[in-house]
């Protein structure tokens, strides 16, 4: 890196150290860290900064010694260093390239400070829970090969695909016949319980037994779990949906159960949670695309080309499935059509 960009970074890291300092901010050599004492709730932790070396040119991250956070407050991820739970307090699109050092610090931690004020005062938005759930509800990822919509509750099928993972499949033999043709191997099904929760997931997130227990019985399908759960062939793992504003969201978590034999309900057990990629048409045209796409994926629409080139492979990947192709040979023999 040249010397005078060398020169540049530490004269703003500087400025930046400086600010802390007179923030009361001290420094950990062991964690290469600024910390602080606040109190939050009549308890006292660890609010911590940490600068990149990078620094103005990447920004700050902040963190606060509490595991109780994660689940209780949203943007706030799980408590997995020593350093403690990370504020995802800026979206990446957000970040704007700022050359003063100070201007960023002192923006950042006023936004940091205001994040934590409204939590402290119960003033935080409720539905961000909801908007960031995949990122909350992350134990495990379980694919969804959607190929008819779930209202009611019923019993599907979850696969475990050879170099893949576990697939839910609502039509098992279109599940099994693709993964064929792409040389992946079933290796085994097992039967798995659905259940539409509708509007019953909100803050605060269930994460145990009893709250999930309490969401299925006001839903009336305590009957339907008992009496399948424990059958033969029966996944402990239970798959449900919920909306998030007009659109419909997955999830799973898992049952615990006694040497994999009989599920027991314990009242204050945590679950395990599994984070749902759907992989069906509809989806990937949809995220991949826009309704045009997602459109064209969903019916049977017939496209008739006159030359082969690029334009058959660029309608292909927006969802067309069927193709008369009018391929030119020589003015002679004609052409063919396929």
């Given at each position: 890196?040249?010397?005078?960009?060398?020169q540049?970074?530490?004269?703003?890291?500087?400025k930046?150290?400086?600010?802390?300092?007179?923030?009361?901010?001290?420094?950990s050599?062991?964690?290469?860290?600024?910390?602080?004492?606040?109190t939050?709730?009549?308890?006292?932790?660890?609010?911590?900064?940490?600068?990149p070396?990078?620094?103005p040119?990447?920004?700050?991250?902040?963190?606060?010694?509490d595991k109780?956070?994660?689940?209780?407050?949203?943007?706030?991820e799980?408590?997995k260093t020593?350093?403690?739970?990370?504020i995802?307090?800026?979206?990446?699109?957000?970040?704007?390239?700022?050359?003063?050092?100070?201007t960023?610090i002192?923006?950042?931690?006023?936004?940091?400070l205001?994040?934590?004020?409204?939590?402290?005062?119960?003033?935080?938005?409720?539905?961000?829970?909801?908007?960031?759930?995949?990122?909350?509800?992350?134990?495990?990822i379980?694919?969804?090969?959607l190929?008819?919509?779930?209202?009611?509750?019923?019993?599907?099928?979850?696969?475990?695909?050879?170099?893949?993972?576990?697939?839910?499949s609502?039509n098992?033999?279109?599940?099994?016949?693709?993964?064929t043709?792409?040389?992946?191997?079933?290796?085994?099904?097992?039967?798995?319980?659905?259940?539409?929760?509708?509007?019953?997931?909100?803050?605060?997130?269930?994460t145990?037994?009893?709250?999930?227990?309490?969401?299925?019985?006001e839903?009336?399908?305590?009957d339907?779990?008992?009496?399948n759960?424990?059958?033969c062939?029966?996944?402990?793992?239970?798959?449900?949906s919920?909306?998030?504003?007009k659109?419909?969201h997955?999830?799973?978590?898992?049952?615990?159960?006694?040497?994999?034999?009989?599920?027991?309900f314990?009242?204050?057990?945590?679950?395990?949670?599994?984070?749902?990629?759907?992989?069906?048409?509809?989806?990937?045209?949809?995220r991949?695309?826009n309704?045009?796409?997602?459109?064209?994926?969903?019916?049977?629409?017939?496209?008739?080309?006159?030359?082969?080139?690029s334009?058959?492979?660029?309608?292909?990947?927006?969802?067309?499935?069927?193709?008369?192709?009018?391929?030119?040979?020589?003015?002679r023999?004609?052409?063919?059509?396929?």
């Amino acid at each position: 890196m040249d010397n005078n960009v060398n020169q540049w970074l530490e004269n703003e890291q500087k400025k930046t150290f400086d600010y802390l300092y007179s923030q009361d901010f001290k420094f950990s050599e062991s964690q290469n860290i600024y910390y602080k004492k606040i109190t939050f709730n009549s308890k006292n932790i660890d609010l911590k900064v940490l600068i990149p070396n990078e620094y103005p040119l990447k920004y700050p991250k902040f963190y606060i010694d509490d595991k109780s956070w994660h689940l209780t407050y949203p943007h706030v991820e799980e408590y997995k260093t020593s350093l403690g739970s990370s504020i995802c307090y800026l979206e990446d699109e957000d970040k704007v390239p700022i050359m003063d050092g100070a201007t960023i610090i002192k923006n950042e931690l006023t936004r940091i400070l205001s994040i934590i004020d409204e939590y402290h005062n119960n003033t935080f938005q409720k539905d961000d829970f909801l908007l960031e759930f995949d990122s909350y509800w992350g134990d495990e990822i379980i694919y969804l090969d959607l190929y008819n919509q779930l209202q009611e509750a019923q019993i599907l099928k979850i696969s475990n695909v050879q170099k893949f993972g576990r697939v839910i499949s609502t039509n098992i033999d279109n599940t099994i016949n693709n993964f064929t043709v792409l040389n992946h191997e079933i290796t085994k099904t097992e039967d798995i319980l659905f259940l539409p929760f509708r509007n019953y997931i909100s803050y605060p997130l269930p994460t145990t037994y009893s709250k999930i227990m309490n969401i299925i019985r006001e839903l009336g399908y305590e009957d339907f779990l008992r009496s399948n759960i424990n059958k033969c062939k029966m996944s402990k793992i239970i798959l449900f949906s919920f909306f998030i504003g007009k659109e419909i969201h997955f999830g799973t978590f898992t049952l615990h159960s006694i040497k994999n034999i009989v599920t027991k309900f314990i009242h204050n057990y945590d679950i395990k949670k599994g984070r749902v990629k759907r992989i069906d048409r509809e989806r990937i045209f949809t995220r991949g695309g826009n309704n045009l796409t997602r459109y064209i994926s969903m019916n049977e629409i017939t496209v008739g080309i006159i030359g082969c080139g690029s334009l058959a492979f660029k309608l292909a990947k927006s969802g067309v499935k069927n193709f008369i192709l009018i391929c030119p040979v020589s003015p002679r023999y004609g052409c063919l059509v396929s």
